[in-house]
C-alpha cells in the first residue's frame, strides 16, 4: 500500500503488538485470474526455527485455496480502528481527512498437515477462551465433534514483507490536543481508541 513517510511506523514490537490484538484480517490471494478474499483469524506466530509466520485456516468449500500453489506471495490486511476527522476542529482552514490504522503484511503460503491444523486450532480456542466465564477447550470435545478439522485447510505464511501506516494527524500536531478531546467527547469507542493512538504517537 501506498505509505507516505510521515505515517510510517517501522517499530517492529508495536507492529507485532498490533498484529496480535487484531489477528481478524483479510486473506487476500489470487484465484481464477482475479483478486479473491476471506475474512479469517491469522494468528502472529513464531516457529521452531524462528521464523515469523502467520497461520489460520479456512473452509475446503472455500475455493480460494485450490489456488494457493500458484500465488507466489499472498496479502493480509488488518484493520485498527480509524475515524473521520472534523477540518473544524483545526486552527487553520482545511479540508476534513480521516484517521486510522492499517497493517499488510505479505509471504508465502504453505499448506498444513491435518495434524498441525489440529495443534493451530487448540492454540486459536486457547487464546481466546482464556478470559471467557465458562472457557472450553478441544481436549474435552468428543472425537465427532473434532472431525470437523477435515472440513478445513490450515496454512502458515512465512512473512516476506510488512507494511504499517498509522495515520494520526501527524502533519498537523499543533492541533492535537483539540482533535483529541473532541474524538474523547463522542464517547465512540473506536474513537476513543484513535484519540489513544494519537496520544501515544505525541
Known amino acids: 500500500m501506498f505509505v507516505p513517510d ?3 511506523n517501522e517499530n517492529v514490537s508495536e507492529i507485532k503488538e498490533f498484529l496480535r490484538a487484531n489477528s481478524f484480517g483479510i486473506l487476500v490471494s489470487q484465484y ?4 479473491w478474499a476471506t475474512h479469517i483469524p491469522l494468528e502472529l506466530e513464531t516457529t521452531e526455527d524462528g521464523k515469523e509466520v502467520l497461520t489460520a485456516h479456512i473452509a ?5 485455496w485450490r489456488e494457493f500453489d500458484q500465488n507466489e506471495e499472498v496479502l493480509c490486511i488488518f484493520n485498527g480502528p480509524h475515524s473521520y476527522i472534523s477540518s473544524s476542529w483545526y486552527k487553520e482552514e482545511e479540508v476534513p481527512t480521516w484517521n486510522y490504522i492499517a497493517v499488510h503484511v505479505y509471504g508465502k503460503l504453505k499448506i ?3 495434524e498441525e491444523v489440529m495443534a493451530s486450532m487448540h492454540r486459536l480456542v486457547d487464546k481466546y477462551e482464556a478470559n471467557s466465564k465458562n ?3 478441544l481436549k474435552n470435545m468428543a472425537p465427532h465433534t473434532l472431525k470437523q478439522v477435515k472440513g478445513v485447510v490450515g496454512f502458515q505464511i512465512e512473512i516476506t ?5 498509522y495515520k494520526l494527524s501527524r502533519t498537523r500536531e499543533q492541533d492535537h490536543p483539540k482533535i483529541i478531546a473532541e474524538l474523547e467527547d ?3 469507542p473506536m474513537r476513543i481508541e484513535i484519540a489513544k493512538a494519537m496520544k501515544n504517537k505525541a
Request: hydrophobic share 20%; proline share 12%; aromatic share 0%.
Open 112 to 114: 498444513l498437515s491435518e
Open 32 to 35: 481464477q485470474n482475479k483478486p
Open 60 to 64: 475446503k468449500a472455500n475455493p480460494q
Open 135 to 137: 472457557p472450553i477447550s
Open 6 to 8: 510521515q505515517h510510517r
Open 186 to 188: 463522542t464517547k465512540d
Open 161 to 165: 514483507d510488512i507494511q504499517a501506516q
